[in-house]
């Protein structure tokens, strides 16, 4: 099973990123870098949004693939029931607060750009707050598929939003002027659109089972997703923290054009990271299974693998961002002048990150986060302090240097972890 999600996931996601890869300079002809600067901090921004999740789907990727490995798809059918009711009593009274809030905010101030934008910012944050509100409802569906250990199906749902955004957007590029809003109207609700009729299917069909239902709502397992779910909440909150925010403090710092360097950089570079992630993804509830069935040295030989698939995708980005010069030249011409010091960054971030995220799924599979919770509080705190200090003198890759300090602090701790748990010596803190 873990093979063929590895071999479905490669096909999606290699479609995925060519989709992506695409879209950037498609974009960028159909709005100005400092626009496309703008879309890409308010995403960001809006992103931060998932903490207010507080783990509850997190908590139901472990529970719910404990429950099917013992077959109690009653339980299974409640925690799913139970977390649809959540995410509906959690994000519908967000979006109406935010969507109250957003005209009081001066948001050409914050991103420092042109006050004359306030109007377009506005009318494009209404909607996507709404689409992502709908997405963290809708996306429960993708936590239920990888309890299935059917990563690859959740990544064939997500090509199809993303080509049916590819379209909408080379639309809007021949019969309509540059607009922030119509770019987000075109990006944000295709792919939930895609997820609902995916749900409408599945749960008809192979996921009948553990159905949703008003029924099967139980408020007693509310406790349960979040007594492992709060450490994934606090996990998650210093993820937003540390990465989500890294557009916004550009902007803020140097303004959004630097924006628009550094994504163009970390999409490129992100061609290699993904496919690391891609054979990542079904890690996760498959060390869940094998945690639960007692199965050690099936997790020590993956975690060998891995380390070599590590090392493989390590050298490849060396290789990329020596030949980047000439892919920029190729991609997206002379749209964006590229400076070889924000690609030769962003893949320092990425080779480090890449080690860490390794550890933290075989960690998250297992469910023992202690650790990770505590360090990552690190992160939490020191990340915004840090990046505008940094910042203050080496301008944007101030912002890089911060995330990257923190990540090399996280991965030392979590591999030591790693190590401890599978060699089955973990004690204390480690083990919990």
Known sequence: MLKRNIAGSVLAK??????????????????????????????????????????????????????LAIGDYDKGKALVSTTYAMMLIIFVPLGILLCLIVPYIDWANILNVDSGYNPEITRTLYILIWAFCFQMIVNVLSTVIMAHQKVALSSFFLVIGNFMS?????????????????????????????????????????????????????????????????????????????????????????????????????????????????????????????????????????????????????????VLVMISPFVYDFWIGDKVSMPLMMTVVVAA??????????????????????????????????????????GHYIGCYGVLLSMILIVTLYSVVMTIQTKRLLAKTATGIWVE
């Open 14 to 67: 290699g479609i995925s990123i060519l989709i992506s890869l695409i879209l950037v300079p498609m974009t960028l002809g159909y709005v100005t870098p400092e626009i496309y600067g703008i879309w890409l901090t308010l995403s960001s921004i809006i992103h931060w949004l998932t903490f207010f999740d507080i783990g509850f789907t997190q908590g139901l990727k472990n529970k719910l693939a404990e429950a």
């Open 166 to 318: 590819l379209i909408a957007v080379y639309l809007l590029t021949l019969y309509y002027e540059s607009s922030l809003y119509l770019l987000a109207c075109s990006i944000s609700f295709l792919p939930i659109i895609v997820l609902l009729a995916a749900g409408v299917f599945l749960y008809r069909g192979s996921f009948r089972r553990v159905r949703p239902s008003f029924n099967s709502f139980n408020k007693h397992y509310i406790k349960e997703l979040f007594g492992l779910g709060y450490r994934f909440f606090l996990i998650q909150l210093q993820f937003i923290v540390l990465f989500q925010a890294t557009n916004f403090i550009i902007s803020n710092i140097s303004g959004p054009e630097d924006v628009t360097t550094y994504n163009i950089a970390y999409k490129y570079l992100n061609v290699a990271m993904m496919m690391f992630s891609i054979i990542l993804a079904p890690l996760w509830p498959a060390f869940t299974d094998a945690y639960a069935k007692d199965d050690y040295s099936w997790m020590r030989g993956i975690y060998s693998k891995m380390t070599k698939v590590y090392y493989l995708i390590t050298a490849a980005i060396i």
């Open 349 to 390: 971030y990425m080779i480090i990150n890449m080690w860490d995220s390794l550890q933290v799924n075989v960690i998250n599979g297992i469910g023992k986060l202690k650790v990770q919770m505590r360090v990552t509080s690190i992160g939490l705190v020191v990340h915004l302090p840090l990046s505008y200090f940094l």
